[in-house]
């Protein structure tokens, strides 16, 4: 194999920690790129402390530790340290960690220049757009898009749980548009990923798995956000079981409309979800209960617009939507 390519990840969350900890820890040149200077400090001083459940390792609970460069994202192109040395491998990845809401003009013109001629982008959001708005700065064969079923809880600024492992498909984020560039380039991601410990492999059908995951967060987020349950406990109301499936139904429309074909069983795929992180907070739900904004607009928003367009009535999924805004526009969370 190639000599290991260097990493930048963008955003700290619960994905940003288990990345960036796994891949550091595994000998990679990491910098993480955060945005607060509180987490800053603390990183620098502590690192990065990754926990897996008894449940992964069949044992007592583990803990991995790792001490990658980070920087403030603002300042990311002149405060680059030590890692930005000659003698490093000429391929960059630039892993997008951040919520679909963080992806701004202002964040892609960053990560434009931080990618440079050389670097490769990476998006594991959520969701739809993004890709739209990296695609005039960044050559089509340097941008790729991750789906992945890892789960993770962000603890603490510097301490995330690794709760499920799952696996990280890899693909062109313009479909149609292959190169032996694009392709070498995703090869070797899915390779180092899986040296850090990560089930990965290359798609050729990247958008179907986007849409999926994308339908299948469409189904649990904003019913755990909305009843403040976790993932598996949807399965154990009927009410909230039959509306999860009243969702994707109507979701499953606007895929049809817009040319995806998904498999005929997303309903069972739905429900296998929510066996496999029945444990989970989902992240929308986390949100809620922190007060903060949550990804309502990129996951059903972005849906129920989508619908619309094709002429659809999409009202399940919206009713979600208002529900989800409401709870965002509540002075704060209920004890």
Known sequence: MNRLSRYTIIGAGALGLLFGCRL????????????????????????????????????????????????????????????????????????????????????????????????????LQNGVGHVELLRSSIPAERLLVAVTTEAALRLSDREALHTGRGETWIGAAVPGIETAVGARLQKKLAEQ????????????????????????????????????????????????????????????????????????????????????????????????LAGRRTEIEAITGSLVRLGEQHGLAMTVNRSLYELVRALEERDAPID
């Open 24 to 123: 550091a820890a595994t000998g990679f040149p990491v910098e993480l790129a955060v945005r607060r200077v509180e987490q800053l400090a603390l990183l620098r001083e502590q690192g990065i402390e990754i926990g897996s459940s008894a449940e992964q390792v069949e044992q007592a609970p583990q803990k991995l530790q790792a001490r990658p460069a980070v920087i403030v994202l603002e300042g990311a192109m002149n405060d680059r340290g030590d890692y930005d040395q000659e003698g490093l491998e000429t391929d960059h990845y630039i892993l997008l960690t951040v919520k679909q809401t963080d992806m701004t003009p202002q964040l892609a013109a960053l990560v434009a220049r931080l990618a440079g001629s050389n670097g490769v982008v990476v998006c």
């Open 193 to 288: 990923l899986e040296l850090a410990g990560f089930r990965s492999m290359v798609s050729n059908e990247i958008t179907t798995r986007v849409w999926r995951k994308w339908l299948v967060n469409v189904c649990i987020n904003p019913l755990t956000a909305i009843l403040q349950v976790r993932n598996g406990e949807l399965l154990q109301l009927p009410h909230a079981r039959e509306l999860m499936h009243r969702l994707l139904a109507e979701a499953l429309t606007v895929a049809k409309a817009s040319g995806v074909k998904l498999p005929a069983d997303m309903p069972q795929q739905v429900e296998d979800v929510c066996r496999r992180t029945a444990a989970n907070r989902s992240s929308m739900l986390q949100d809620v």
